[in-house]
């Protein structure tokens, strides 16, 4: 997505800044027996010419109007002609880049109320629009439920004697739920804040030991039993040994699912009903596309999901899910995984997300 908003932006302020730079000329001969040419007349003759010469039509051109005005001004204000243009590119760069249709068009729109009033320096249009664009960005995020600090939030349940905070993760397979919450456990303690990891995936091949191998790796202790246990079991197990040991916090781990499986949806709620979560976070990864916002959709229709964790940002060629679950779902992002190691998982903020699809230059 930084890679397609971007050379939108740069293609259109590198052809304005030219066409800026010309001043208009005035035809001072003719040909011998030549009728002056019409602007109707050049206008076809310009497009013939660029056919031949395999050029493409560009999109949107200032007016000779806005020109002029630039010769006698720093600064421009653009035509709504040149806005339609840059904004048709725009749209087509965020419905390509998995921003829903509904964040596209509040985005654009935004951005043109923007665009219509802002003074454009018409020696740096590139650092311009950008600044509107992030801008414009930084609104549709901010549309959304705002993210809460959950180390914050556990320090709050802790003090208030609510320990042990129970933290349940779900989501499809895949998304790095076992991953996460080995982070969080990092995390907390570095803090100084204790906690256990309760091995609940008891359907996918190797997922115990996955657990075990990031218990050892964080020195967490892990509860476990053999594949094909019944999960809610493990996970009432784990909160009895964190209640005995007086361990802060019991990490829930959980089998992916699909949404659509009624048999893992109606376990899951098993679970929930025996650990009784005090958070429910909904793992993610980025790359999922404008599925993501369904399955989150669909899944919290049946279970309670208090915060969303997306993964794998780090890899998202596109970035365009964050805009879409932060302005319709409803349901607030919280963490952000940018990569593999046990420190890759930050706080969300719509500035951080601004800064990774369009870096302030």
């Known amino acids: 997505m930084r890679k397609k908003l971007s050379e939108a932006i740069k293609g259109f302020a590198k052809k304005e800044e030219e066409q800026i730079k010309e001043e208009p000329k005035v035809p001072i001969t003719v040909q011998e027996k030549a009728m002056p040419a019409t602007p109707k007349q050049e206008k076809v003759t310009d497009l013939v010419n660029e056919k031949k010469e395999g050029k493409k039509e560009e999109p949107v051109k200032l007016s000779i109007t806005t020109k002029i005005k630039a010769v006698f001004s720093s600064s421009i204000t653009l035509k709504d002609g040149e806005i339609d243009g840059f904004l048709d590119g725009m749209k087509i760069?965020?419905?390509?880049?998995?921003?829903?249709?509904?964040?596209?068009?509040?985005?654009?729109?935004?951005?043109?109320?923007?665009?219509?009033?802002?003074?454009?320096?018409?020696?740096?249009?590139?650092?311009?629009?950008?600044?509107?664009?992030?801008?414009?960005?930084?609104?549709?995020?901010?549309?959304?439920?705002?993210?809460?600090?959950?180390?914050?939030?556990?320090?709050?349940?802790?003090?208030?004697g609510g320990a042990p905070v129970k933290i349940l993760f779900l989501g499809p397979n895949g998304t790095g739920k076992t991953t996460t919450m080995a982070k969080i456990a990092y995390a907390l303690k570095k803090k100084g804040t204790g906690s256990v990891l309760s091995a609940s995936d008891t359907f996918r091949a190797a997922a115990i030991e996955q657990t075990e191998h990031h218990a050892k790796s964080v020195g967490v202790p892990v509860i476990k039993s053999s594949y094909g246990a019944d999960p809610a079991s493990i996970a009432f197990d784990a909160i009895a040994y964190a209640k005995a040991h007086n361990i802060e916090v019991v990490l829930i781990d959980t089998a992916g699912r699909q949404e659509t499986n009624r048999n893992l949806i109606t376990e899951m709620q098993k679970m929930v009903r025996v650990s009784k979560p005090d958070i429910t976070l909904f793992v993610g990864e980025s790359t999922a596309g404008n599925q993501l916002t369904e399955?989150?959709?669909?899944?919290?229709?049946?279970?309670r999901i208090d915060g969303i964790i997306l993964t794998k940002l780090d890899c998202d060629a596109k970035g365009g899910n964050a805009i879409s679950m932060a302005y319709s779902i409803g349901i607030p992002l919280v963490l952000i995984g940018t990569g593999e190691a046990y420190e890759a998982l930050v706080q969300y903020s719509p500035q951080l997300i601004v800064d990774m699809i369009l870096p302030n230059s």
């Open 295 to 303: 399955q989150i959709k669909e899944f919290s229709k049946h279970i």
């Open 93 to 160: 760069s965020l419905l390509q880049s998995d921003v829903s249709y509904d964040a596209t068009e509040y985005f654009l729109e935004d951005l043109r109320q923007k665009l219509q009033s802002a003074k454009i320096d018409s020696k740096n249009i590139q650092h311009a629009l950008i600044d509107q664009v992030r801008t414009a960005l930084l609104d549709t995020l901010n549309k959304g439920r705002p993210g809460f600090q959950i180390y914050d939030l556990i320090s709050q349940k802790i003090a208030q």
